[in-house]
């Protein structure tokens, strides 16, 4: 979804973002569908089983012969300007999911997740499922066996050598945020044995997020083409920024899409590889969550089940089927919906889908197709618990308590947004949990500025005027509010003005509001407070790595949001963006309010070592209610998300948790283009 990118994994020719942003993985944009849509599991819901051809046969190439021949252009608005063209970079400092959308089709992993019932499957791994770790010595190893024929565009092939590179170069360069999720401390090393076998080695026994779920979707990069880059880096004065700085135009891929051209500020594209490995393989899904891969030449495997014996949930063919994708930087959402509307572009790469405002405009169009899905993602306030008050878990609850999100998403924003609680999405059945602190959850209005009050007023807080709801003589609320003066902290000192940064209203409308409201919520608890609308990069670059001692100080609050991530073990995400290892200046990672909790630090540690996924689910739960007890984020809102195309555009799958640009980077690896 949206526009930062956590554990971004990709499947063979891009994945997601997350959210995106992992992309998820900070999330997004504007939004979306105004009434309810009804929550499902993505395993659950019913998706469109679509050729390549968008005539249901099945053939890829619209003649019915099978060839799945590549032609077309697919016309794509970005939303918001692409910031590097280097993958090393994309997946650390500059974890947009708009670099995303453009840099994600080109990088292979070990294993990776089948869409849209998240399995893990195999990409140059050759066995399904990952073989199982073994003691060595003082800690434990795996073997796995991978795929000999796999190759990238110019021809060498993808091996052991690549991903022992890959990995080699993450250590010694110290590169951060999805990086570091992928390579886990737990994993000591890793070794080629030959060219088709990688041995990886664990201090300790591995858990899901360490080994399945962590350095299996690792994305390898093609050493013959980075090792010269790497080694003039090794020899610069700052050799990661020196890496970063390096262009990926030529990169060689091993996905569907080659990256070919960046004109900044004007466009990007992506051109077909002719010589991609799975291309014309036919997934399938079923019923029981069996899942198979076939092709007409030597791959014909099933997992997890035997294919065949329930109902096809979906069933789709690989590309490529577009001969090239231009990615059109238009830079706000208005432009490119603009541009959509006056039929320059096929379809807008928007993480949120569809602005309300929007919605409408669109539907009169003729030759249009429309799409509503759940969000994967969520908009969220952060606060930086590294400086006084908003290092105060009084401070955070006051705001936790008077923010009204049912108020602002059904009331002021007329349903266009859904006010949630936990971070893992309830369309996520398996993972989500209801039993987290709703703060001020069925008060009102009175009651919850009351309860804000006392908590203040209990850690200490003391105000020149005290802040107020009236009530009338039988004790009832009246909905006059007497605002709080010279708040002052319990220190003594007074509390100083509190900037918010936020997206403007030309970006997200939704956020812009949202804000507006917490800016006159904090002042009427007396807290003075200042709501900027600031870009969104600008936000980024104050808030995420790298950052220094001194520059981390100099943000208070801010609003953004995540999508991507892994929902097979969403509480990766968790761990990334609140674990103390991942913090934005001491680690590198997506840890922005320098969380560090002793307790949630021991709900990570436990996660890392669970091995079957109902023990994993049950810490997951506990991780979710410490951070919606201790509040380093408010989590929000999250929206439905609307995606519309042009009809001469085919999708494999339509029905999918996220939306069409979530999964994976609007399939730009299997879409088709007719005439």
Same mark, same amino acid.
């Given at each position: 979804?949206?526009?930062?990118?956590?554990?971004?994994?990709?499947?063979?020719?891009?994945?997601?973002?997350?959210?995106?942003?992992?992309?998820?993985?900070?999330?997004?944009?504007?939004?979306?569908?105004?009434?309810?849509?009804?929550?499902?599991?993505?395993?659950?819901?019913?998706?469109?089983?679509?050729?390549?051809?968008?005539?249901?046969?099945?053939?890829?190439?619209?003649?019915?012969d099978?060839?799945?021949?590549?032609?077309?252009?697919?016309?794509?608005?970005?939303?918001?300007?692409?910031?590097?063209?280097?993958?090393?970079?994309?997946?650390?400092?500059?974890?947009?999911?708009?670099?995303?959308?453009?840099?994600?089709?080109?990088?292979?992993?070990?294993?990776?997740?089948?869409? &849209?019932?998240?399995?893990?499957?195999?990409?140059?791994?050759?066995?399904?499922?990952?073989?199982?770790?073994?003691?060595?010595?003082?800690?434990?190893?795996?073997?796995?066996?991978?795929?000999?024929?796999?190759?990238?565009?110019?021809?060498?092939?993808?091996?052991?050598?690549?991903?022992?590179?890959?990995?080699?170069?993450?250590?010694?360069?110290?590169?951060?945020?999805?990086?570091?999720?992928n390579?886990?401390?737990?994993?000591?090393?890793?070794?080629?044995?030959?060219?088709?076998?990688?041995?990886?080695?664990?201090?300790?026994?591995?858990?899901?997020?360490?080994?399945?779920?962590?350095?299996?979707?690792?994305?390898?990069l093609?050493?013959?083409?980075?090792?010269?880059?790497?080694?003039?880096?090794?020899?610069?004065?700052?050799?990661?920024?020196?890496?970063?700085?390096?262009?990926?135009?030529?990169? &060689?891929?091993?996905?569907?899409?080659?990256?070919?051209?960046w004109?900044?500020?004007?466009?990007?594209?992506?051109?077909?590889?002719?010589? /991609?490995?799975?291309?014309?393989?036919? /997934?399938?899904?079923?019923?029981?969550?069996?899942?198979?891969?076939?092709?007409?030449?030597?791959?014909?495997?099933?997992?997890?089940?035997?294919?065949?014996?329930?109902?096809?949930?979906?069933?789709?063919?690989?590309?490529?089927?577009?001969?090239?994708?231009?990615?059109?930087?238009?830079?706000?959402?208005?432009?490119?919906?603009?541009?959509?509307?006056?039929?320059?572009?096929?379809?807008?790469?928007?993480?949120?889908?569809?602005?309300?405002?929007?919605?409408?405009?669109?539907?009169?169009?003729?030759?249009?197709?429309?799409?509503?899905?759940?969000?994967?993602?969520?908009r969220?306030?952060?606060?930086?618990?590294?400086?006084?008050?908003?290092?105060?878990?009084?401070f955070?609850?006051?705001?936790a308590?008077?923010?009204?999100?049912?108020?602002?998403?059904?009331?002021?924003?007329g349903?266009?947004?859904? &006010?949630?609680?936990?971070?893992?999405?309830?369309?996520?059945?398996?993972?989500?949990?209801?039993?987290?602190n709703?703060w001020?959850?069925?008060?009102?209005?009175?009651?919850?500025?009351?309860?804000?009050?006392?908590?203040?007023?209990?850690?200490?807080y003391?105000?020149?005027?005290?802040?107020?709801?009236?009530?009338?003589?039988?004790?009832?609320?009246?909905?006059?509010?007497?605002?709080?003066?010279?708040?002052?902290?319990?220190?003594?000192?007074?509390?100083?003005?509190?900037?918010?940064?936020? &997206?403007?209203?030309?970006?997200?409308?939704?956020?812009?509001?949202f804000?507006?409201?917490?800016?006159?919520?904090?002042?009427?608890?007396?807290?003075?407070?200042?709501?900027?609308?600031?870009?969104?990069?600008?936000?980024?670059?104050?808030?995420?790595?790298?950052?220094?001692?001194?520059?981390?100080?100099?943000?208070?609050?801010?609003?953004?949001?995540?999508?991507?991530?892994?929902?097979?073990?969403?509480?990766?995400?968790?761990?990334?963006?609140?674990?103390?290892?991942?913090?934005?200046?001491?680690?590198?990672?997506?840890?922005?309010?320098?969380?560090?909790?002793?307790?949630?630090?021991?709900?990570?540690d436990?996660?890392?070592?669970?091995?079957?996924?109902?023990?994993?689910?049950?810490?997951?739960?506990?991780?979710?209610?410490?951070?919606?007890?201790?509040?380093?984020?408010?989590?929000?809102?999250?929206?439905?998300?609307?995606?519309?195309?042009?009809?001469?555009?085919?999708?494999?799958?339509?029905?999918?948790?996220?939306?069409?640009?979530g999964?994976p980077?609007?399939?730009?690896?299997?879409?088709?283009?007719?005439?």
């Amino acid at each position: 979804m949206e526009e930062i990118h956590v554990r971004s994994l990709r499947k063979r020719g891009g994945w997601l973002a997350l959210l995106a942003a992992l992309a998820l993985v900070a999330a997004a944009c504007s939004s979306d569908d105004t009434g309810e849509t009804t929550a499902t599991t993505a395993a659950s819901a019913t998706t469109t089983t679509t050729s390549g051809d968008g005539d249901g046969d099945g053939d890829g190439d619209g003649d019915g012969d099978g060839g799945g021949g590549i032609g077309g252009t697919f016309q794509t608005a970005l939303v918001a300007d692409l910031t590097t063209d280097n993958f090393w970079a994309y997946l650390d400092t500059e974890s947009s999911v708009h670099n995303g959308y453009v840099l994600g089709q080109s990088h292979p992993a070990l294993y990776t997740l089948s869409i &849209p019932d998240f399995l893990n499957i195999p990409v140059l791994a050759e066995v399904a499922p990952a073989p199982a770790v073994v003691p060595d010595g003082d800690g434990f190893s795996v073997t796995i066996p991978l795929r000999n024929g796999m190759k990238w565009s110019d021809g060498e092939q993808v091996d052991a050598n690549d991903f022992v590179f890959t990995f080699d170069v993450v250590r010694e360069f110290e590169l951060g945020s999805n990086w570091l999720s992928n390579t886990p401390e737990q994993v000591t090393s890793v070794e080629a044995n030959g060219d088709f076998s990688v041995k990886i080695n664990f201090s300790e026994e591995p858990g899901l997020s360490i080994y399945q779920n962590g350095i299996n979707f690792l994305s390898i990069l093609p050493e013959h083409f980075w090792a010269p880059i790497v080694d003039a880096a090794r020899s610069s004065d700052d050799p990661k920024a020196t890496l970063y700085a390096s262009s990926g135009v030529g990169e &060689p891929s091993a996905g569907t899409n080659i990256f070919n051209r960046w004109e900044q500020g004007a466009f990007a594209s992506i051109t077909a590889n002719e010589d /991609y490995y799975y291309r014309n393989t036919v /997934y399938t899904t079923f019923e029981d969550l069996a899942w198979s891969q076939s092709n007409a030449a030597d791959i014909n495997e099933d997992y997890f089940g035997s294919p065949g014996q329930g109902a096809v949930l979906s069933s789709y063919e690989d590309g490529p089927f577009v001969g090239e994708i231009i990615y059109s930087e238009y830079g706000s959402q208005d432009a490119a919906y603009l541009a959509f509307q006056e039929g320059e572009v096929d379809y807008v790469l928007n993480p949120s889908g569809i602005p309300t405002g929007r919605r409408e405009e669109l539907r009169a169009i003729e030759g249009l197709e429309f799409a509503i899905n759940p969000s994967e993602g969520f908009r969220y306030l952060a606060f930086n618990l590294r400086k006084a008050p908003m290092s105060d878990p009084a401070f955070r609850q006051a705001f936790a308590y008077v923010i009204d999100k049912e108020f602002v998403t059904q009331s002021v924003l007329g349903g266009a947004a859904l &006010p949630i609680y936990s971070l893992v999405p309830e369309a996520n059945g398996s993972w989500y949990t209801d039993e987290v602190n709703k703060w001020g959850f069925g008060m009102s209005e009175g009651e919850r500025f009351e309860a804000a009050v006392q908590v203040l007023d209990d850690a200490g807080y003391n105000w020149t005027v005290r802040p107020e709801a009236a009530k009338d003589e039988d004790g009832e609320f009246t909905g006059v509010f007497t605002d709080g003066e010279g708040m002052t902290m319990p220190s003594g000192g007074g509390v100083p003005e509190i900037e918010l940064q936020t &997206p403007g209203p030309g970006y997200d409308p939704l956020r812009s509001t949202f804000a507006t409201w917490i800016g006159q919520w904090g002042e009427r608890l007396g807290v003075p407070m200042d709501v900027n609308p600031t870009d969104f990069n600008t936000i980024v670059d104050a808030t995420f790595p790298p950052q220094t001692e001194e520059s981390v100080l100099e943000w208070d609050l801010y609003m953004l949001g995540w999508g991507g991530g892994d929902p097979s073990l969403p509480c990766t995400s968790h761990q990334a963006f609140f674990g103390a290892d991942q913090d934005a200046v001491t680690g590198g990672g997506f840890n922005t309010p320098g969380y560090n909790d002793p307790d949630f630090e021991a709900l990570s540690d436990a996660f890392d070592a669970s091995t079957d996924l109902p023990t994993a689910r049950s810490i997951c739960a506990d991780m979710e209610k410490n951070i919606a007890e201790n509040l380093p984020y408010i989590v929000l809102f999250s929206t439905p998300i609307t995606d519309a195309w042009r009809q001469n555009v085919v999708f494999p799958i339509e029905d999918v948790l996220g939306g069409i640009n979530g999964f994976p980077n609007a399939w730009a690896g299997q879409v088709l283009v007719t005439e």
